[in-house]
T-cell receptor, first 113, second 113 residues
Framework: GEDVEQSLFLSVREGDSSVINCTYT??????LYWYKQEPGAGLQLLTY?????DMKQDQRLTVLLNKKDKHLSLRIADTQTGDSAIYFC?????????????FGAGTRLAVHP | DAGITQSPRHKVTETGTPVTLRCHQT?????MYWYRQDPGHGLRLIHY???????DKGEVSDGYSVSRSKTEDFLLTLESATSSQTSVYFC????????????FGNGTRLTVT
């Protein structure tokens, strides 16, 4: 079945790196996504990685993909208080003839001074 | 920001009453989705649409129906609201289903008393 798992909480000190981990089940997923949700808002696309890539870097964000272990991680360098939010990973699942996104439960990132 | 408007933003209703939530997009995207967000569950797909009058069920569709008579509008109806449907509801749009990112509205907070 389809399942995406994330740890629920991460606390880091301002200026340190944050690493948020995710495991997924659908080995045929073509894209894997990271979204950020701030309080009272919808989900904002942060970045995504295509399944034939191992790594993608975008400014302070680095995404690592281990297809063998179905493991995805998001690293945020020089974490700032504005990075405090809930981070969701999502895999693409193809069923019923169409692609759908399946989300994890989200990791709440707390950044403290 | 993607042109997605959800209405209403907040609603309180009584058990047994019908409720309709509206999602309106200005991007002319083919795919539209309704998700619900609950603590510890992340986002779960209720229904989705892959074109006008073309809809299908997601993983938590019981108690919900949808309609899409125009490209820009996707309606979610709770025929007889129950307390278990108290949640935050998000609409999302996508150009190519899971092969392109989903863009989310700001959500509707529904409370069923």
């Amino acid at each position: 079945g389809e399942d995406v798992e994330q740890s629920l909480f991460l606390s880091v000190r301002e200026g340190d790196s944050s690493v948020i981990n995710c495991t997924y089940t659908d080995s045929s997923s073509t894209y894997l996504y990271w979204y950020k949700q701030e309080p009272g808002a919808g989900l904002q696309l942060l970045t995504y990685i295509f399944s034939n890539m191992d790594m993608k870097q975008d400014q302070r964000l680095t995404v690592l993909l281990n297809k063998k272990d179905k493991h995805l991680s998001l690293r945020i360098a020089d974490t700032q208080t504005g990075d405090s939010a809930i981070y969701f990973c999502a895999e693409v699942s193809f069923s019923g003839g169409y692609n759908k996104l399946i989300f994890g439960a989200g990791t709440r990132l707390a950044v403290h001074p | 920001d993607a042109g997605i408007t959800q209405s209403p933003r907040h609603k309180v209703t009584e058990t047994g009453t019908p409720v309709t939530l509206r999602c309106h997009q200005t991007e002319n995207h083919r795919y539209m989705y309704w998700y619900r967000q609950d603590p510890g569950h992340g986002l779960r797909l209720i229904h989705y649409s892959y074109g006008v009058k073309d809809t299908d069920k997601g993983e938590v569709s019981d108690g919900y129906s949808v309609s899409r008579s125009k490209t820009e509008d996707f309606l979610l109806t709770l025929e007889s609201a129950t307390s278990s449907q108290t949640s935050v509801y998000f609409c999302a749009i996508s150009e190519e289903g899971g092969r392109s990112p989903l863009h989310f509205g700001n959500g509707t907070r529904l409370t069923v008393t």
